[in-house]
């Protein structure tokens, strides 16, 4: 197979020369990561293994040399990370239903008292919802979630309903339509690309801020407040 | 983008092919992997330093970036798996 036909044309010629070696290479490594697999008997040593095979289709990716490739392996990578955390958790939890022990429960976390923390809450959690304001988009969102997290986590504040974190979901949902809704007419209509902009900028940055409201439900969830 | 000329691109482009090649089998294959995972996971920074100078190579920062402070992360998830595994009593499933 000609090498030129599958790389796009803009692509300088060292990577084009690049491309097949890194290939075989590649499907060499993933071949010795599947036998590998085949081989042990064990589960959690396979997951080990497993990640051999994910370092090569890697290699796959960034073998076309493109912004795309690096723009894909960014997920890649985190979803992996997100995986292995999955499957090691599940493994650990087969362990303890295979051996009848009931699954320890996290303990329950108890603030240092100090004066700074009861006295300098509310206003870090507004410089941080501030700040992020002003960043907006994605860091904005995280930054702002976490001036959130502060004050409802650490701030105790009263009056907090049952349904309170379910709320903050369901609006970071909502949000979360704004944000599709604003890339849509982008599309549709490019004239209206400020309005767009401002729809898809708005609507990310209320979804990742709330979006550590799924925190809260863990929280309730394993201490039961 | 590679940049056109110089050899140091190509230098750590085929120390990073042969880095995972040599380091995947040392994974798979390599001595008291098979009753010890801590060793596999030893073995397994071999090939992620040869991934990260493949990324080194083709001027990929970001993804190196992220991949080099995703690994001691993923590190500390699969020891802490192998502690609480072995916890449990020796043989692991």
Redesign the interface.
């Given at each position: 197979m000609d090498p030129s036909s599958v790389v796009p044309n803009f692509v300088p010629q060292i990577i084009t020369n690049f491309y097949p070696l890194a290939i075989i290479i590649a499907i060499l490594t993933a071949a010795i990561g599947l036998s590998g697999v085949i081989i042990e008997r064990d589960d959690f040593q396979k997951i080990l293994i497993i990640q051999i095979v994910t370092y090569a289709m890697l290699i796959i990716v960034a073998a076309v040399g493109t912004d795309l490739a690096e723009a894909l392996i960014l997920p890649g990578l985190v979803v992996s990370l997100a995986e292995i955390l999955a499957v090691t958790e599940v493994l650990i939890f087969r362990e303890y239903i295979k051996r009848g022990i009931s699954y320890p429960r996290l303990k329950e976390y108890k603030p240092i008292d100090m004066e700074v923390l009861k006295t300098a809450i509310p206003m870090t959690s507004l410089l941080c919802v501030v700040y992020g304001t002003i960043l907006t988009g994605f860091t904005g969102g995280a930054v702002a979630g976490a001036g959130i997290l502060i004050y409802l986590f650490i701030g105790e504040p009263k009056g907090l309903s049952h349904d309170f974190w379910e709320e903050m979901s369901g609006v970071s949902g909502l949000a979360w339509c704004l944000w599709l809704l604003g890339f849509l007419l982008y599309f549709l209509n490019p004239r209206l690309w400020l309005v767009a902009l401002f729809m898809s900028g708005g609507g990310i940055i209320v979804k990742v801020a709330l979006k550590f409201g799924l925190l809260g439900i863990l929280n309730r969830e394993e201490f039961n407040k | 983008?590679?940049s056109?000329t110089g050899t140091l691109?190509l230098i750590s482009?085929y120390l990073g092919?042969t880095l995972?090649?040599i380091?995947?089998?040392g994974?798979?294959?390599g001595p008291k992997?098979?009753t010890e995972?801590i060793v596999?996971?030893i073995n397994?920074t071999v090939?992620?330093t040869?991934?990260a100078l493949?990324?080194l190579s083709?001027n990929?920062t970001?993804?190196m970036l992220?991949?080099l402070s995703?690994n001691p992360?993923?590190y500390i998830?699969?020891i802490?798996?192998?502690i609480?595994?072995e916890e449990?009593?020796g043989s692991?499933?």
């Amino acid at each position: 197979m000609d090498p030129s036909s599958v790389v796009p044309n803009f692509v300088p010629q060292i990577i084009t020369n690049f491309y097949p070696l890194a290939i075989i290479i590649a499907i060499l490594t993933a071949a010795i990561g599947l036998s590998g697999v085949i081989i042990e008997r064990d589960d959690f040593q396979k997951i080990l293994i497993i990640q051999i095979v994910t370092y090569a289709m890697l290699i796959i990716v960034a073998a076309v040399g493109t912004d795309l490739a690096e723009a894909l392996i960014l997920p890649g990578l985190v979803v992996s990370l997100a995986e292995i955390l999955a499957v090691t958790e599940v493994l650990i939890f087969r362990e303890y239903i295979k051996r009848g022990i009931s699954y320890p429960r996290l303990k329950e976390y108890k603030p240092i008292d100090m004066e700074v923390l009861k006295t300098a809450i509310p206003m870090t959690s507004l410089l941080c919802v501030v700040y992020g304001t002003i960043l907006t988009g994605f860091t904005g969102g995280a930054v702002a979630g976490a001036g959130i997290l502060i004050y409802l986590f650490i701030g105790e504040p009263k009056g907090l309903s049952h349904d309170f974190w379910e709320e903050m979901s369901g609006v970071s949902g909502l949000a979360w339509c704004l944000w599709l809704l604003g890339f849509l007419l982008y599309f549709l209509n490019p004239r209206l690309w400020l309005v767009a902009l401002f729809m898809s900028g708005g609507g990310i940055i209320v979804k990742v801020a709330l979006k550590f409201g799924l925190l809260g439900i863990l929280n309730r969830e394993e201490f039961n407040k | 983008m590679i940049s056109a000329t110089g050899t140091l691109p190509l230098i750590s482009f085929y120390l990073g092919l042969t880095l995972l090649l040599i380091g995947g089998l040392g994974v798979v294959f390599g001595p008291k992997t098979s009753t010890e995972p801590i060793v596999r996971i030893i073995n397994l920074t071999v090939p992620s330093t040869g991934v990260a100078l493949i990324f080194l190579s083709y001027n990929y920062t970001l993804a190196m970036l992220t991949f080099l402070s995703v690994n001691p992360i993923l590190y500390i998830i699969m020891i802490r798996a192998i502690i609480r595994l072995e916890e449990m009593g020796g043989s692991i499933s």
